[in-house]
């Protein structure tokens, strides 16, 4: 009891024990605000590392991409995982560099033809000739030309020399794209190792359930990106075919940048179509581009109310509102966490995070489903009805027949007991 009633040894002991007598949370006082500090130290962190973490996203997502095509590599002939991710890297490579060539030779030429031309354009226009001329003096803009003339002179010779002006923005851009490539390939590689290491850690039961879960997600995002990817193929086709049919310049091109440009959902036939019929307009004719957008409106149509749901049907789908909505949101937060490539890298991750919650979701709320009682029933209310007596009618109907029974049961009672 001496012990008991001593006072605290130690100041922690002693402030612990006083708080107490005042009925001060102390202890809960303290680790809330540890919490909320530390919580607000990891959004700092995550916030000085955003084009880190934008990286490793972008990664991640194309790594989500490349490992259906490393799995049926080597359920085919190629059955170390490490070779696999080689021939698959080296023709993604291929696709990369022939998407860049077919996309930069054009724009570079175009830079340049722009380079040449823009001064004289501008003097044209600033004297009232061709169509720009005609426009400038229909809408009344002559002074803002003749005032900008000197700085769209000078844009255009800026254009003529564009390795001055964008070396420093394209040597970024290539150890971006390069560190981006790197931790792909070690995700290839190292994805099994990891899922074993974590799988490894947790309990047997746990441990199946979240094997089941990223089955899940693994083939609801893959089904839905095959899909996608599906409907943007035709689409390309379709725009290839029809500027080829018009006559309009650059027809793979465009069917390329739709083709792209559509493998965002929900917005994607937007942003791909309105440059692709301003081109049309412009670089052809006024009836280059109706027919284009005509076209574009109609295979909209048919690619939301028929190709989706045959081609969707078939894959594993995924809630299409849930998908819309983790885009906005998603790219919303990255053009404020990384701007126009954090936008872009949001907007593709949302596609497998709109994947993974829905399943996610599904779990949990099987998981805590109630109980669904046995096809017997539960038992009924206990019976009101008095047994029958020995002198009721019922008792003296089934008393003759019982006895027999009783009595042969006897010999056979006592021979189970002699053995």
Do not use: C
């Amino acid at each position: 009891m001496a012990d008991e009633s001593a006072p605290p040894r130690t100041r922690r002991d002693r402030l612990w024990a006083a708080a107490a007598e005042r009925h001060i949370p102390l202890r809960a006082i303290l680790t809330t605000v540890a919490v909320v500090v530390l919580v607000y130290l990891a959004g700092k962190l995550a916030y000085r590392l955003r084009n880190v973490i934008l990286i490793m996203l972008m990664a991640s997502f194309l790594a989500l991409l490349l490992n259906p095509l490393v799995i049926a590599l080597q359920r085919w002939k190629i059955k170390r995982r490490g070779w696999a991710v080689a021939v698959v890297t080296f023709w993604g490579l291929v696709v990369f560099f022939g998407l860049a060539v077919l996309f930069g030779v054009p724009l570079a030429n175009g830079i340049t033809h722009l380079a040449h031309t823009l001064p004289k354009d501008v003097s044209a226009v600033e004297h009232g000739r061709g169509w720009l001329g005609h426009l400038v003096r229909r809408y009344h803009v002559q002074n803002w030309v003749n005032h900008n003339v000197p700085k769209l002179v000078n844009l255009g010779q800026g254009l003529a020399k564009p390795a001055l002006s964008l070396g420093a923005g394209a040597l970024t851009l290539l150890v971006t794209l390069f560190t981006i490539f790197v931790f792909m390939l070690l995700l290839l590689v190292e994805a099994p190792k990891m899922r074993r290491f974590l799988l490894g850690a947790m309990a047997p039961e746990r441990a199946q359930r979240w094997s089941r879960i990223a089955h899940e997600v693994n083939n609801s995002v893959t089904g839905y990106m095959l899909g996608n990817l599906s409907t943007s193929v035709i689409a390309g086709t379709v725009v290839f075919v029809t500027l080829l049919v018009l006559g309009v310049p650059y027809p793979l091109l465009w069917a390329l940048w739709v083709a792209l440009v559509d493998f965002l959902p929900m917005i994607g036939g937007a942003l791909a179509g309105i440059p692709t019929v301003l081109f049309a307009w412009l670089a052809h004719s006024f009836t280059a581009g109706v027919i284009t957008l005509v076209v574009f409106l109609a295979y909209t149509q048919i690619e939301n109310h028929v190709l989706n749901p045959v081609i969707m049907s078939r894959t594993v789908s995924v809630n299409p509102l849930l998908v819309l909505v983790s885009i906005l949101v998603g790219a919303s937060i990255g053009a404020w966490l990384g701007g126009t490539f954090g936008a872009f890298v949001a907007a593709l991750i949302s596609i497998p995070a709109a994947g993974a919650i829905q399943v996610v979701v599904r779990e949990v709320w099987q998981e805590t489903a109630p109980a669904v009682p046995d096809a017997t029933g539960p038992p009924g209310p206990p019976s009101t009805t008095a047994p029958p007596t020995a002198s009721s009618p019922t008792a003296q109907m089934v008393a003759p027949s019982a006895a027999p029974a009783d009595s042969a049961a006897a010999p056979g009672q006592a021979g189970i007991g002699d053995g």
